[in-house]
């Protein structure tokens, strides 16, 4: 999917409600189709949230953004953008229009841009660990439970297994 040209005045407010009410996230999901050594992988999201009788709002953005999808829970909406492209052409439109979370902004779009290193790469995986980090940091993310120091200890645990059981069978 692909960012839809927005004008100026809508850029602007949507940009000033996303400063205001919305969130850039950055954390870490368990994942099983990974290579043996990335148990997680780094997932992306702008999200606005509002109470369930201005879900309106969420549906126009959506509309105008030409990404993202309205989720509902209890008396919420959120309005959700996952895509690593579709987070980064967004963020880098209204970027210079924020002041709050252009700090976030503007680590969630270096993360996209150097994604496509760090999938062969582990020490690049490893620095995009950091720059997940910062994220949380930006955010007062309290109660996380898979930081980047997790996931990397949880990767050369698996390395040091891997390599273990290569020299296992290379002896044999």
């Keep these: 999917m692909a960012i839809n040209k927005i004008s100026e005045k809508d850029l602007s407010y ?4 996303f400063d205001a009410d919305g969130s ?10 990974c290579a043996q050594d990335r148990p997680y992988q780094i997932q992306l999201t702008v999200q606005f949230s509002q109470k369930l009788s201005r879900r309106f709002l969420l549906d126009n953005f959506a509309k105008i953004i030409g990404a993202g999808k309205v989720r509902v829970r209890e008396d919420m909406a959120d ?11 967004f963020l880098q439109l209204i970027q210079p229009l924020l002041r709050l979370k252009q700090k976030q902004a503007n680590l969630l779009i270096r993360l996209v841009q150097q994604m496509p290193g760090a999938k062969t790469d ?36 698996l390395l ?10 290379s002896s044999l």
Excluded: P, W, Y
Aim: hydrophobic share 45%; proline share 0%.
């Design 14 to 17: 949507i940009a000033g409600f």
């Design 24 to 33: 850039a996230i950055a954390q870490f999901k368990a994942n099983n189709t």
């Design 79 to 89: 309005l959700v953008i996952v895509s690593a492209r579709d987070v980064c052409d």
């Design 122 to 157: 582990i020490t690049k995986f490893i620095q995009l660990c950091d720059l997940v980090d910062q994220v949380a940091g930006l955010n007062d993310s309290r109660n996380r439970l898979i930081t980047g120091s997790v996931v990397i200890a949880h990767m050369r645990r």
């Design 160 to 169: 040091s297994e891997l390599a273990c059981e290569q020299k296992e069978t």
